[in-house]
């Protein structure tokens, strides 16, 4: 199965976690309604959005693909989004990687990536997975500035 999104001219790729990262943080229970969705199937990956679907065709189609063709689509969490769960977070690169740390109740965490958007994702995650209360606040964060 494909895990990396497909290459585009589009740049809105450097901006979205990595498929793998959003579907961890979907399983652990972080709000799932993001402007942009990965399509995935069994060998593409492609990130996209149905926000200028006015009619609702196009998210018909999508709606029709999963239950026929075996496509999944998951939330791809955007570097704004991550951010709002993630107040007060300091990020340092070096060496080609970039580490996030946060105070996060009077414990400091740390996570490591490549991609700072990867590096956000894996910090929350980390988050969640230690005090999982946390993931009401978090999901509160996100809707309050939909």
């Known amino acids: ?30 709000f799932d309604k993001t402007p942009y969705q990965y399509r995935i199937g069994a060998d593409f990956c492609i ?53 996030a740390t946060l105070v996060f109740r009077n414990r400091k965490l740390t996570a490591f990536a490549e991609r700072l958007p990867d590096v956000l994702a894996s910090l929350l995650f980390i988050i969640i997975q230690r005090y999982p209360d946390s993931l009401t606040e978090f999901n509160k964060r996100i809707l309050k500035s939909e």
């Not at 990396?4 to 498929?19: F, N, R, V």
């Not at 999508?62 to 007060?88: F, H, Q, W």
């Open 47 to 99: 990130p996209f959005t149905n926000a200028f679907d006015t009619e609702g065709v196009y998210t018909q189609m999508d709606n029709n693909a999963i239950a026929t063709c075996g496509i999944e689509i998951i939330p791809a969490y955007r570097v704004s989004d991550l951010e709002k769960c993630l107040e007060g977070f300091i990020i340092r690169k070096a060496e080609g990687y970039y580490q």
């Open 1 to 30: 199965m494909q895990t990396e999104p497909i290459k585009t001219e589009c740049s809105i790729e450097q901006d979205l976690a990595q498929p793998d990262f959003c579907r961890i943080l979907k399983s652990v229970g972080l």
